[in-house]
């Protein structure tokens, strides 16, 4: 099994931790993994904001890069969604594309993790990993209840982990939106926040990094305690940088 | 011509009266979660769904046959059915109806279809007093305003102020907000406008082809105070609101009240079929852009809407902006994927008022994949709406460096060095809209790709 790691380009370029986790992660669960060097990004902020031909040559760079895999893992549940929509369509002879926690429990079955993690997490749910690539059950349906990111971080020692009064609502990132209807992106991220804190939180945790710089974006203005991690961060057993703790 | 506001510019208006956008927030959310509770009810809530939406298929696969029978049928039965293709028309016949039948009053149940055709100042313009006898309705209109939900028009407003609008309107004590004194005063004012009206408007939430008969639910039981107590009875109904056949209105109903309110049904669920002896009834079949609608491949499903309201009361978005942030009739997620067919330059700001979370398509109980249209109409109005030059400049080099692994990499180095030495008030100045509330991300000492040539690929 080649599996070909995508890292998103902001994460490439400020959160190289939560890469390093999800590599890490997946070589102690006995997945080889390459990482092609001549990756970008999947094309999704040009084509959400509607440019999508725009992102063509970034799509086509992503078909390139990953021609030979027959897996390609991202640590990322919108740039896999995208990917997943406007790249490849998990057909015959192309690779299968898996979002990190998904590939976790559905490929690797991963049962158990040697990590232990001994704080109070809120785990955010990500809208595209959540209602796009299904890897949790959606609270607007009638189905039977499932939660894969929360399914891993259950298997990790000693951990915290919090009920949230909204469970699935979304953060308010939304790629460019952030920036083009920033007010109510703020106030989206804030009302998150805030729930998070009132379960006494020390880390927010997510499947995706772009909610979490939105969010750590506005606690580090507000001078919050509050810390943001990756999952795979916490899956991969790394300290929170808390202070006084 | 004055551009239309962003939504964006709406929103952060909204936003400055912070209580009442938590209010309102708060409020819708309730909705949302009465909705999940009584969904929870239903076991084959999901399967309804289905059915549903692949009714919603048949029917738009052939409304042209289901039209003409159900005007056939509905022909057959004693009501005179007229056609409009757009709310010109529309008006013009309702128009011609009460002049015809020398009606000067009319009370109006509510009609989603009739505030998008305009109806009632086109009226009110020829002299008649129309009454809007739901609740909700009747505040909004003593308050010169337009609905700000499809379900709840006058949700944005708080108990005290309909208190002060009922004062003004009414006469009923000042400073008075308890709902039932309210209520009855509005009850007292509704019933002498019922009785004395001549003709009775409504809208029609479905319309069934195998009878010829029609479904209108409320309430508050004002459609049918004002259909038994006039003469004529007029319908306004929008051509996608058919389904066709008698046992399907059940898969609707079922979802309707639930998705809208919470509720198991609506407390009156009226079908009328026929005019009584020596009465009138009128059905007005409106096209207004629907067939427009019905032919784009992307966009046709968006004509399955039940009008429930539920994208509403789940998007966050909605929720923190209120529906006049649309500036359009059907405000909300639904709205922000039909508007943009009716005006594509007036609406060009909302189908990007999303984050596409997709709640709205999850929540929708006739499976309206509303994000994934939303991210369709960014694609058209980028080539057909107004030009926005500076973005797509910047989308257009955003594009090229993310094809070009060397130049990213060079950009990203450039960006991170830049951030790391720059003095604070250069990074955080009035363009940087991220950073107006939010910290941009720390600069790390190396990036993956760094970290991973020096760990796991010295020899690349």
Redesign the interface.
């Known amino acids: 099994m080649k599996v070909g790691l995508f890292?998103p380009?902001?994460?490439?370029?400020?959160?190289?931790?939560a890469?390093?986790a999800t590599?890490e992660l997946l070589e102690k669960a006995g997945v080889e993994v390459a990482?092609p060097?001549?990756?970008?990004?999947c094309?999704q902020?040009?084509?959400?904001?509607?440019?999508?031909?725009?992102?063509?040559?970034?799509s086509?760079?992503f078909r390139e890069n990953f021609a030979e895999f027959d897996y390609v893992v991202c640590p990322s549940g919108s740039c896999t969604l995208h990917a997943k929509e406007h790249i490849l369509s998990n057909k015959e002879g192309e690779p299968k594309l898996y979002e990190l926690c998904e590939f976790l429990t559905d490929v690797v079955q991963i049962k158990e993790l040697k990590s232990r993690f001994p704080y109070k997490v809120g785990l955010h749910a990500s809208?595209?990993g959540?209602?796009?690539l299904g890897l949790a059950r959606?609270?607007?349906?009638?189905?039977p209840d499932f939660n894969k990111p929360l399914q891993l971080l259950e298997m990790v020692e000693d951990i915290d982990l919090v009920h949230l009064a909204?469970k699935d609502?979304?953060c308010?990132?939304?790629?460019t939106?952030?920036?083009?209807?920033?007010?109510?992106?703020?106030?989206?991220?804030k009302?998150r926040i805030q729930d998070h804190q009132e379960q006494g939180v020390a880390v927010i945790t997510g499947a995706d990094m772009s909610c979490l710089?939105?969010l750590?974006?506005?606690l580090?203005?507000d001078k919050s305690p509050i810390k943001v991690m990756h999952i795979a961060e916490i899956l991969n057993g790394q300290e929170p940088e808390l202070k006084n703790q | 011509m004055k551009a239309a506001p962003t939504h964006a510019a709406a929103a952060e208006e909204f936003l400055k009266d912070s209580e009442r956008s938590h209010w309102h927030d708060e409020t819708l959310w309730h909705v949302r979660s009465k909705r999940d509770v009584s969904a929870q009810k239903i076991p084959e809530w999901e399967q309804l769904r289905t059915l549903a939406s692949q009714i919603k298929d048949h029917v738009l696969s052939n409304l042209d046959n289901l039209l003409l029978q159900f005007e056939k049928k509905a022909q057959a039965n004693g009501i005179e059915v007229l056609w409009a293709k757009d709310a010109e028309e529309h008006n013009e016949h309702v128009l011609r109806i009460l002049e015809e039948n020398q009606v000067r009053q009319l009370v109006k149940s509510k009609s989603i279809l009739t505030e998008e055709c305009g109806l009632n100042h086109f009226l009110e313009d020829k002299g008649y007093d129309v009454v809007d006898t739901d609740l909700g309705e009747r505040i909004i209109q003593f308050n010169k305003q337009v609905p700000s939900h499809i379900v709840m028009p006058a949700i944005h407003l708080k108990k005290k102020e309909i208190g002060d609008i009922f004062h003004k309107h009414l006469g009923t004590e000042a400073g008075a907000d308890d709902p039932k004194y309210l209520t009855e005063a509005a009850r007292q004012h509704l019933r002498q406008k019922f009785i004395q009206a001549h003709a009775a408007i409504t809208g029609v939430n479905f319309g069934i082809a195998e009878t010829g008969g029609f479904v209108v639910c409320t309430n508050e039981g004002n459609a049918d105070m004002g259909t038994h107590l006039a003469d004529i009875h007029i319908a306004c109904m929008g051509i996608e609101k058919l389904i066709p056949r008698a046992a399907d209105l059940g898969v609707y109903l079922r979802l309707l009240a639930r998705s809208a309110t919470g509720q198991s049904i609506t407390n009156y669920t009226s079908h009328f079929h026929r005019p009584r002896k020596g009465k009138k009834m009128y059905l007005i079949l409106v096209d207004n852009g629907r067939t427009k609608q019905l032919g784009r491949e992307d966009f046709r499903n968006s004509l399955k809407c039940i009008r429930c309201g539920a994208c509403m009361n789940t998007c966050p978005i909605y929720r923190r902006s209120s529906g006049f942030s649309y500036n359009s009739t059907v405000p909300g997620p639904i709205g922000s994927i039909l508007s943009p067919g009716m005006d594509l330059n007036k609406h060009s700001t909302l189908p990007f008022a999303s984050t596409l979370c997709g709640s709205c398509s999850d929540v929708c109980p006739v499976k309206i994949n509303i994000h994934e249209q939303l991210y369709k109409w960014r694609q058209v109005i980028t080539k057909e709406g107004p030009p926005q030059t500076s973005k797509r400049w910047a989308m257009r080099f955003g594009g090229q460096v993310m094809s070009k692994p060397r130049l990213f990499d060079l950009m990203g180095k450039m960006a991170r060095k830049s951030l790391s030495i720059s003095p604070r008030g250069f990074v955080y100045n009035s363009f940087n809209a991220w950073g107006k509330h939010r910290e941009l991300p720390e600069v790390p000492k190396e990036t993956f790709k760094d970290w991973y040539r020096k760990n796991r690929n010295d020899d690349k």
């Open positions: 890292i380009c902001y994460v490439e370029q400020f959160y190289p931790k890469a390093i590599l990482y060097l001549k990756q970008t990004c094309g902020p040009m084509a959400n904001s509607g440019y999508e031909e725009f992102g063509q040559g970034a086509d760079l809208c595209h959540l209602r796009g959606p609270s607007e349906l009638m189905v909204r609502e979304c308010g990132f939304g790629g939106f952030a920036v083009f209807e920033e007010a109510i992106s703020v106030q989206m991220g009302d710089m939105h750590e974006g506005l580090r203005r």
